[in-house]
């Protein structure tokens, strides 16, 4: 499975960027697939995760309310939503994909950079 993320860029405070995650390869083994994030000097941390079927999320507190996962299956994409972004939001955002034999795979990150 090959995962490449596109979208990032620069935006100001309080704007919105749409992520997207294209998975390629063996995507009929993909389960859950999420998304992390990593700011300079910071460990890896998760930003959001869904379901393999979409019907269910779950998002870091930190941005509760103002990111939105999706997934179309049949294009074989992940998308994060971000609204309102503050500039504690700039940091690599990394696309992630759980196989349904736990097997994990990464993007390659796309940087995400919010200007105050």
């Known amino acids: 499975v090959q995962l490449v993320e596109s979208g990032g860029g620069l935006v100001q405070a309080g704007g919105s960027l749409r992520l997207s995650c294209a998975a390629s390869g063996s995507t009929f083994s993909i389960s859950a697939m999420g998304w992390y994030r990593q700011a300079p000097g910071k460990q890896r941390e998760v930003v959001a995760g869904i379901t393999s079927g979409g019907n269910s999320t779950n998002y870091a507190d930190s941005v509760k309310g103002r990111f939105t996962i999706s997934r179309d299956n049949a294009k074989n994409t992940m998308y994060l939503q971000m609204n309102s972004l503050k500039p504690e939001d700039t940091a690599v955002y990394y696309c992630?994909?759980?196989?349904?034999?736990?097997?994990?795979?990464w993007g390659q990150g796309t940087q995400v950079t919010v200007s105050s």
């Open positions: 992630n994909a759980f196989s349904k034999i736990g097997v994990r795979y």
